[in-house]
């Protein structure tokens, strides 16, 4: 079986290695640095070495011969990941580019190519400026700028990690950048939300995204009311469900939503009358939800009711009409005493409280 083009011979590794042994087992300290950086030196030379021969394969059209991608055909050879291999080849062309004659041409990152040719940085940090000039704010700058920036980015590598480096590239290009991209009003409309009721009658989920304005709305809105992290000992996301309900309960009072069926919108609870019978243990709501005794106590502190007498085929034999538990002379007293919530702790203005019998401590 003949060899793969693409794998080298065992005799030329071999060689190379024994080239680059050092004495790991020097007991002096100076000595173990010195080896350091001597290995690192020849690690950044061999860098260079690999990138220049995959710009060879590249510009030669040998990887094209062989029926590969130049990303892919790397990517086998050096046994790396594939998003390695595409910044290898994306700093070949940069740092050795070719015309299609096969002439050198002027490097595109020509201080990043000298930093490579003296062993002064890693590939590491050429994949770095190359990916931070590539595109996006680096296509917005003037020539000039761009220009300065690989300058002082390859000066920069010389002192810096390629994570450090990637982060002052980001600060860098967003002080020349400041307008940022264009606005786009032609953006697509991202905002969804899908509301599924539970099959058991527990509730159910919210799910959905928003656009990044609509989206601040809804957090500076469930941030002012939400309650604090000692109260009630409740996570941060069961504050924060329990302030959009309260956001969504507050919007039902204040009578501003448009008008459904005639009337406005509303929280109708179903109370059965075998439930009533049996101290009133829970209800149910329109959307096929079923609440608890708690629920029903909250709902019936502050609200209108319709009374309703069905059969025992569901067919409605009695409509009442609508009285309210608490008048509005009495919310007024109410609100007029408190001065706000009632609850210990709570700052909350009159508008955004319902009227609810707060239980005396036992002597």
Request: proline share 6%.
């Amino acid at each position: 079986m003949s060899e793969s083009p693409l794998v080298p011979s065992r005799e030329f590794v071999y060689a190379g290695l024994a080239a680059m042994r050092v004495d790991v087992r020097s007991e002096s300290r100076q000595d173990r640095i010195d080896q350091l950086s001597y290995l690192k030196t020849v690690v950044r030379q061999a860098e260079l070495d690999m990138v220049e021969l995959v710009a060879s394969l590249d510009n030669n059209g040998d990887f094209v011969e062989l029926g590969v991608r130049p990303v892919s055909a790397v990517a086998d050879l050096l046994r790396c990941r594939e998003f390695e291999a595409r910044r290898m080849v994306a700093v070949a062309r940069a740092v050795f580019p070719t015309s299609l004659a096969g002439l050198a041409l002027q490097p595109r990152l020509p201080a990043t190519a000298m930093a490579l040719a003296g062993w002064e940085i890693d590939q590491a940090h050429a994949e770095v400026i190359e990916h931070a000039l590539r595109k996006g704010a680096a296509e917005r700058i003037s020539p000039e700028q761009w220009s300065t920036l690989e300058e002082q980015l390859a000066g920069l590598a010389r002192h810096y990690r390629p994570d450090e480096l990637a982060g002052l590239a980001a600060r860098m290009l967003d002080r020349l950048d400041q307008d940022g991209p264009p606005p786009n009003d032609d953006e697509p409309q991202v905002n969804e939300l899908h509301l599924s009721a539970s099959s058991d009658g527990a509730g159910g989920r919210v799910k959905g995204r928003l656009d990044a304005a609509t989206f601040e709305v809804l957090c500076r809105a469930v941030r002012a009311v939400l309650c604090p992290a000692t109260d009630e000992l409740k996570s941060l996301g069961e504050r924060q469900a329990d302030a959009l309900g309260e956001i969504c309960e507050h919007a039902l009072d204040e009578g501003r939503l448009p008008l459904e069926g005639g009337e406005r919108p509303h929280v109708t609870a179903i109370l059965d009358y075998q439930w009533m019978r049996e101290q009133a243990r829970g209800l149910m709501f329109d959307f096929g939800g079923r609440g608890t005794a708690a629920d029903l106590r909250t709902l019936l502190c502050d609200c209108g009711i319709t009374p309703v007498v069905f059969d025992g085929a569901s067919q409605p034999l009695d409509l009442g009409r609508e009285r309210r538990c608490v008048s509005l002379a009495q919310r007024k007293a109410v609100a007029a005493r408190d001065r706000g919530c009632a609850h210990p702790g709570c700052h909350r203005k009159p508008a955004w409280c319902q009227v609810h019998h707060i239980p005396m401590p036992l002597s």
